[in-house]
């Protein structure tokens, strides 16, 4: 019979706090949209999209960090993971630049760096698990 690890019972807190700490952070970045100027409702498809993208990017990531490499037979490759971060990355740059959340995209659309500091991103708070 196979005996249950620890690993299982100790990933348990960390993941009821996960949707809390994503939930957190897309409200963070939706004030940002409102403090910008940039937010409308018709979004939040968008923004919600833009989330789960940075969460499906770390997610990967952390996965592939934990065994970077898979064997088969005499084949060593490389985890799927680092892939699948890659690709959540790039949506993610994608949906932010939709969301005038670059600093490109807010220079096309005439927003200002000053008129939220010098570093809009500042009032977001890293996404990490100490919150």
């Not at 620890?6 to 993941?15: G, T, V, Y």
């Not at 979004?43 to 934990?66: G, I, M, N, S, W």
């Amino acid at each position: 019979m196979a005996r249950k690890t620890d690993h299982a019972a100790k990933s348990k807190p960390r993941a009821r706090s996960e949707p809390r700490r994503w939930s957190a952070f897309r409200a963070r970045t939706r004030g940002l949209l409102v403090a910008q100027g940039t937010w409308r409702d018709q979004d939040a498809p968008l923004l919600d999209a833009y989330v789960e993208a940075l969460r499906a990017a770390e997610f990967h990531r952390q996965e592939a960090t934990a065994a970077p490499y898979g064997k088969s037979g005499a084949r060593v490759y490389a985890h799927p993971g680092w892939s699948l971060a890659r690709d959540a990355e790039r949506e993610a740059r994608v949906l932010a630049a939709e969301l005038v959340l670059t600093p490109a995209s807010r220079r096309a659309h005439g927003i200002a760096a000053g008129r939220l500091g010098d570093n809009p991103f500042a009032r977001l708070a890293v996404v990490s698990g100490d919150e």
